[in-house]
């Protein structure tokens, strides 16, 4: 959302509305001083959304599977009877289907641009159905189509690749020191497999800002470069000042174990890599665009680690 708010705030002819469930939350308090209007709505509660949304006419819809294990204290108590994975999903669906809905109701909306991912079960034709963090994504994007079709028609979306600052979220599966200084990135994947690399803090408001500059209907994988883990782990030293630093391969029930606390998570991350690496992060889909499609700027994109 603070990419968005970043770019829409450098273009004339726009007012930027966030909102958010905390008004008095630092963030808050810095996109309001330097002019976005905020205002309150939870997405745990739905009716809070539609004041929230009112006159709009471009929404950007976003939701996030990790907040429930990164940030517990800044979410609703998952199920106790349900895995972590499957809890998550359950959770990101329904905030992503509370969003629609309420986005369903504004008179004035012209485009709503919601955040997204393919369906590694589908476009593996069920061998892969444990990506709970790409799944919870698309079955919003189902629902929509199938639930909300005046909202359908207005709808674009954005896939966001894989986020090159990973290893700060998931330092497990970034890159370790060794004995002689250098770095290895272990992880379940080809070396030479290119993958879309984004800078999501840096990227996003520009994908966003091209999807409107276009008729809805567009799907678009959002990336700043291509880049193999072999390419990466290179550019790595090459910031650190370190030669040597290399990419290996793992295999895949290592990878599972190196999730601490939660094999179900184990498994849902490694077989994202495992899947995306087969398949691609789009799963083949022939309609989804790249960046330069929708007049995306390369010189605005920029993946870095």
């Known amino acids: 959302g603070g990419s968005v708010a970043n770019v829409f705030l450098s273009k004339p002819g726009w007012r930027i509305r966030g909102v958010t469930r905390n008004l008095k939350q630092e963030a808050s308090k810095n996109l309001e001083a330097r002019g976005v209007e905020m205002v309150a709505g939870d997405l745990d509660n739905p009716a809070s959304l539609i004041p929230a949304f009112e006159g709009a006419h471009a929404i950007f819809g976003v939701t996030d599977f990790w907040q429930p294990i990164l940030h517990p204290d800044n979410t609703v108590p998952l199920s106790p009877d349900k895995p972590l994975d499957k809890a998550c999903y359950d959770l990101e669906v329904q905030r992503g289907k509370n969003i629609a809905n309420a986005a369903a109701k504004v008179s004035t909306l012209e485009h709503f641009v ?17 990506v709970y963090h790409f799944e919870s994504k698309a079955t919003v994007v189902d629902y929509i189509r199938k639930s909300l079709s005046d909202l359908s028609k207005k709808m674009s979306t954005v896939h966001m690749g894989m986020y090159a600052t990973n290893w700060k979220i ?44 276009v008729p809805p ?89």
């Open 114 to 130: 919601f955040s997204s991912l393919s369906s590694p079960h589908k476009f593996s034709k069920g061998k892969y159905s444990r």
């Open 170 to 213: 998931f330092p497990f599966f970034g890159p370790q020191k060794q004995p002689d200084g250098t770095y290895v990135l272990s992880l379940p994947a080809k070396p030479n497999k290119p993958y879309p690399m984004i800078d999501a803090r840096k990227d996003t408001g520009q994908l966003v800002y091209a999807l409107l500059q």
């Open 217 to 305: 209907g567009k799907t678009v994988m959002g990336f700043g470069s291509m880049m193999s883990w072999d390419e990466y782990m290179k550019l790595w030293g090459n910031i650190l000042g370190i030669p040597g630093c290399r990419f290996q391969e793992l295999d895949f029930d290592t990878a599972v174990k190196l999730v601490p606390g939660s094999t179900e998570l184990g498994y849902d991350i490694a077989d994202g890599i495992v899947s995306t690496g087969e398949f691609g992060f789009s799963g083949g889909d022939s309609t989804v665009l790249y960046p330069q499609d929708v007049s995306v700027h390369r010189c605005c994109l920029d993946s870095d680690i």
